[in-house]
């Protein structure tokens, strides 16, 4: 039994879509319900639904064999796992964005808002540049329109959030899209098994 965590919400729909072309078949997984774990013998599959933001963790602990995120959110995560694939889509980027008419001050720490604290702070360490983190959970665009930070660092998909609110990129910090990664264990005992579904999945994209 292959046991894979999916993010819930869209992209979840979409990585299921692609798995039940490789024969991961689990119907169940399409009713309408509140349920979060989808099982089918038939397939040898274990389907579990996690907020997107958890998936490296069910994966890096052995709660799950495999699982599908974000580059963006498993780089925030720092977790230690096998990245096996690059499915191509869920494409966007991290990149630093603040107001039009923004001047920086570079006798002063930066204020930065952000959902990812940590590639945040890699980011700015790499280039030696001292900063002020303010740690939000959404609606990052909001920070420096109401001067709570001097720019954001955050996920930037159409760039239609951005114009609407009169910011714009500055920097991109890091390329993102969905990846299929597995527990390091689970990758050796179960290797024969995962390696099948990667060549397939890689067949099929
Ligand atoms: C994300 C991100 C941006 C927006 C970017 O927000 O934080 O706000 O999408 O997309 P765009 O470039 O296509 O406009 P999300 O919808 O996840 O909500 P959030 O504000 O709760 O983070």
Redesign the pocket.
Known sequence: MLNIALPKGRLGDKVYKLFAQINYVCPEMLEDNRKLVFESKESGVRYMLVKPSDVAIYVEKGAVDIGVVGRDVLLESEADVYELLDLGFGK?RLAVAGKKDFVEDKSLPLRVAT?YPNVTQAYYSSQSRQIDIIKL?????LAPILGLSDVIV???????????NGLEVFETVEESSARLIANKSSYQFKKEEIELAVSKLKELL
């Open positions: 966007c959902k959970n959404g609606s990052i665009e955050d996920i930037v998909e159409t760039g239609t959030t951005l114009k609407e």
